[in-house]
């Protein structure tokens, strides 16, 4: 990771008051954030109350780019991609990709909204988001295609949702995460690591964009940027360099509890948070490629993956 001085930030909350700020650059079919999400979840819990979270979308297919010449054989790479990730993240994926996200735009725009209606919308709204991708394999890539996979989302208003994702505020906070995505700060330029993704920055068409993910993180102590795929130690370090007078330890909380707060856990999940490997006996397993995935009762009731598994079984008329 790399870090500069506080006495070179010239930026809210890094200005000796003691804030803390930790910028989330993020895409909802993103694979490498899909698989950091056990660390992430921790690291807001950990931080929360005292430190300004904050999520941007780098929407990382959008809506002008070209075409695949052959959207089977694309998908069939992709889904390779996305399973060779998972190597390295154990997160789960589907047992088949049906197709590539024609663009990642509309699930952002819906997880932006989903911020207006607090904090537990809008974590409930993006894992539904990235589910449709990493669990089902169908992702939500239109406006008709979010609503269908958020629908029955416990604790979010889905018509407001359906509503707001077109409100000119909505999309001109999306049309600012776009640009912000692709003006990396210095740190993220000189960062280089080794491993599957430790590159700080990413070409684009007409430029570059932070690798997704990437957290940043600013206090009293500097600023130091964490791109990539990372462990959980290293963003720790992080907050600590930042923030060096504040007690950042973690600890563990029970399965039951994990499953009430989050709704939906994977094997990392449980393991990160839990520090155990065993899910609560109420937990609805939902099997996929890379292992199951553990959903409270209440998300079991409406989730896309058991709907459809039902659908399928039930019998033709």
Same mark, same amino acid.
């Given at each position: 990771?790399?870090?500069?001085?506080?006495?070179?930030?010239?930026?809210?909350?890094?200005?000796?008051?003691?804030?803390?700020?930790?910028?989330?650059?993020?895409?909802?079919?993103?694979?490498?954030?899909?698989?950091?999400?056990?660390?992430?979840?921790?690291?807001?819990?950990?931080?929360?109350?005292?430190?300004?979270w904050r999520r941007v979308f780098?929407?990382?297919?959008?809506?002008?780019?070209?075409?695949?010449?052959?959207?089977?054989?694309?998908?069939?790479?992709?889904?390779?991609?996305?399973?060779?990730?998972?190597?390295?993240?154990?997160?789960?994926?589907?047992?088949?990709?049906?197709?590539?996200?024609?663009?990642?735009?509309?699930?952002?725009?819906?997880?932006?909204?989903?911020?207006?209606? !607090?904090?537990?919308? +809008?974590?409930?709204?993006? #894992?539904? /988001?990235? *589910?449709?991708?990493?669990? $089902?394999? %169908?992702? &939500?890539?239109?406006?008709?295609?979010?609503?269908?996979?958020?629908?029955?989302?416990?604790?979010?208003?889905?018509?407001?949702?359906?509503?707001?994702?077109?409100?000119?505020?909505?999309?001109?906070?999306?049309?600012?995460?776009?640009?912000?995505?692709?003006?990396?700060?210095?740190?993220?330029?000189?960062?280089?690591?080794?491993?599957?993704?430790?590159?700080?920055?990413?070409?684009?068409?007409?430029?570059?964009?932070?690798?997704?993910?990437?957290?940043?993180?600013?206090?009293? !102590?500097?600023?130091? +940027?964490?791109?990539?795929? #990372?462990? /959980?130690? *290293?963003?720790?370090?992080? $907050?600590? %360099?930042? &923030?060096?007078?504040?007690?950042?330890?973690?600890?563990?909380?029970?399965?039951?509890?994990?499953?009430a707060r989050y709704r939906s856990?994977?094997?990392?999940?449980?393991?990160?948070?839990?520090?155990?490997?065993?899910?609560?006996?109420?937990?609805?397993?939902?099997?996929?490629?890379?292992?199951?995935?553990?959903?409270?009762?209440?998300?079991?009731?409406?989730?896309?993956?058991?709907?459809?598994?039902?659908?399928?079984?039930?019998?033709?008329?």
């Amino acid at each position: 990771m790399t870090s500069v001085r506080p006495d070179r930030l010239r930026h809210p909350g890094a200005d000796g008051d003691g804030a803390v700020e930790v910028v989330e650059y993020t895409d909802p079919a993103c694979p490498w954030a899909w698989g950091s999400e056990p660390a992430f979840r921790l690291l807001r819990a950990l931080t929360a109350g005292r430190a300004r979270w904050r999520r941007v979308f780098g929407i990382l297919f959008d809506e002008d780019d070209d075409p695949a010449p052959d959207p089977a054989a694309e998908t069939a790479w992709y889904g390779r991609y996305i399973t060779d990730i998972a190597r390295h993240t154990r997160a789960p994926y589907a047992h088949r990709l049906g197709w590539v996200a024609a663009t990642s735009r509309p699930a952002s725009l819906a997880a932006k909204a989903a911020e207006r209606q !607090g904090p537990t919308a +809008a974590e409930r709204v993006l #894992r539904r /988001l990235r *589910e449709t991708t990493f669990v $089902l394999g %169908t992702p &939500a890539d239109t406006a008709e295609r979010v609503r269908s996979a958020v629908t029955g989302l416990d604790g979010v208003d889905v018509g407001r949702l359906g509503a707001e994702l077109g409100d000119p505020e909505v999309v001109a906070a999306v049309r600012r995460d776009h640009a912000e995505a692709r003006a990396p700060i210095p740190e993220a330029h000189a960062f280089h690591a080794p491993g599957p993704h430790g590159t700080g920055v990413k070409e684009t068409g007409d430029g570059v964009r932070y690798a997704l993910p990437t957290l940043v993180f600013s206090g009293p !102590g500097g600023r130091v +940027a964490a791109p990539g795929w #990372r462990s /959980l130690p *290293e963003y720790l370090a992080a $907050l600590r %360099t930042v &923030a060096p007078r504040r007690p950042w330890e973690t600890a563990p909380i029970g399965p039951g509890e994990a499953l009430a707060r989050y709704r939906s856990l994977t094997g990392p999940d449980l393991s990160l948070l839990t520090g155990g490997t065993t899910p609560p006996p109420a937990a609805v397993r939902v099997d996929t490629a890379g292992g199951p995935l553990w959903l409270h009762p209440d998300e079991a009731a409406t989730h896309p993956a058991l709907i459809a598994a039902a659908e399928s079984k039930s019998p033709r008329s």
